[in-house]
């Protein structure tokens, strides 16, 4: 262009500067904006700057070794002080930078361990309850060893209740043992339902403390490690409430402590609750949006120890053991002896039933189809009346439900003086009894049941 030429008289007149590199220098694209920019006022700048910013012909020819290598004089060799002192300098560094690392790293760990014993929930070994403020208001208990009776006096939760006639009312403080039928733990609250004997059941709850947050975060802690079906023991003040989850509906329990005495696993074979539900039940709700498990008759018997905390089938243990001590009650009113016969006996006791025969050291053994021999020789030993409650054996090979190979068989045998009235006298009396007591004494159970 015309710029270009009218610039090359001046670059021309520079004794030191080649023209073609410096007119290639300037085609360069941002040099040509840059004149272009500004007029030729760049170039009179470059060439009017001093001579030392341009590299000569001479030196630009020389090889790039002989260029760039140092003017300076070569360095000494250091002496072998010199180089152990460098090192030992070396090493010192080294090793004041390990000590620092080192430091903090036990700085961290250090930190961690206070944060770690600060929430760790260590076990605890109640000995005293005279001590028991020394002791931590959580944690699971200690194995029990014998070691001491702490003084700790437990109460039957159905004597707990809202009002002022109850055992156990408002403002009374409580130990309780017993199963942890539920709990529900939602940010700094927490609600539980403690079951004793099955079927009785009181709720317990705990709210974080604003006075005591560090304590209270360790409860709260503690008590989502709790599972359903663990036996713990808990001390609480007995509060009025409103509770329609629990058999005791007037009142509550604020905890105070807790302890887990035996933990139950995480995963159970089934849910009590389910356990506890009718057929009728389970089957009006499979065509809901969330039908209650069905549980096999196997399943049940092959966990019966977790079948039987149902409270029905609870129930029903206890109505067993009833009838039992009735039928003793009423027979030792009327002047009967309890006795215990051979089970394991040499022969049929009767000749109508099926037998179950065994090896008993070499000869055949049977087990007894009932006590009636020794009944009767009983009776001529001058007992005139005496009854027994054991098993009976029948080898008979029934299909129907409720045939059972073994029963426990309530037996009674008496002398009859005149009548045969006499026995059905002590009968109807014995009858009467149990049913009328089975109504009174034993109406909880027989509601469950029903």
């Known amino acids: 262009s015309a710029r270009r030429t009218e610039l090359i008289p001046l670059l021309a007149g520079r004794s030191m500067v080649s023209t073609t590199p410096m007119l290639l220098f300037l085609s360069s694209a941002g040099v040509r904006r840059a004149v272009g920019r500004f007029g ?12 030392s910013t341009v590299m000569p012909m001479a030196t630009r020819q020389q090889p790039l070794s002989t260029r760039f290598m140092s003017t300076d004089a070569p360095a000494e060799e250091k002496t072998e002080e010199e180089k ?41 070994t109640y000995l005293l309850a005279s001590e ?30 809202g009002s002022d006639d109850a055992k156990y009312g408002p403002g009374k403080t409580v130990w309780l043992r017993g199963r942890l039928n539920s709990i529900r733990v939602k940010g700094g609250s927490c609600f539980l339902v403690l079951r004793q004997n099955s079927f009785d059941t009181v709720q317990a709850c705990f709210f974080k403390d604003k006075e005591n947050p560090e304590q209270s975060a360790k409860m709260i802690k503690y008590l989502k490690t709790l599972t359903t079906e663990s036996m713990v023991d808990l001390e609480g003040t007995v509060t009025t409430a409103d509770v329609r989850s629990a058999s005791i ?12 005495v035996s933990k139950a696993d995480a995963m159970l074979p089934f849910l009590v609750e389910d356990a506890a539900r009718s057929e009728k039940e ?16 196997e399943l049940r018997l092959d966990h019966r120890w977790l079948d039987l905390r149902a409270p029905a089938n609870n129930a029903i243990m206890r109505v067993q053991s009833a009838i039992c001590q009735l039928f003793r009650e009423s027979l ?55 009854f027994e409650i054991g098993p009976v054996f029948r080898a008979e090979n029934s299909n ?11 037996d009674l045998e008496m002398a009859i003086n005149e009548h045969y009235m006499e026995t059905l006298e002590v009968v109807h009396n014995m009858f009467k009894h149990i049913f009328e007591n089975l109504e009174t004494r034993w109406a909880k159970e027989l509601e469950v049941i029903r």
């Open 84 to 124: 152990a002192a460098i090192k030992a300098q070396r090493e010192a560094m080294k090793a004041e930078k390990e000590r620092k690392k080192a430091e903090k790293a036990a700085k961290k760990a250090a930190k961690a361990a206070a944060e770690e014993a600060a929430n760790r929930i260590d076990n605890v």
């Open 282 to 297: 389970v089957e009006e709700s499979q065509d809901t949006d969330r039908p209650f498990p069905r549980l096999g008759q």
């Open 400 to 410: 129907t439900r409720r045939h059972l190979c073994e029963f426990t068989g309530l």
């Open 332 to 386: 030792y009113s009327q002047g009967f002896v309890e006795i215990h016969t051979p089970k394991l006996i040499a022969g049929e006791s009767e000749s109508g039933a099926g037998v179950f025969t065994t090896d008993y050291f070499g000869t055949t053994a049977c087990l007894a189809q009932s006590p009636q021999l020794y009944k009767q020789m009983a009776i001529s030993s001058d007992l005139d009346r005496v």
């Open 40 to 51: 030729p006022s760049v170039a009179t700048a470059f060439l009017n700057a001093p001579t």
């Open 249 to 260: 509906q007037d009142a509550e329990l604020v905890i105070k402590r807790i302890h887990s």
């Open 132 to 161: 028991q403020d020394s002791y931590e208001p959580m944690g699971d208990m200690s194995v029990v060893m014998s070691r001491s009776r702490s003084g700790r006096e437990f109460v039957n939760v159905g004597d707990i209740g």
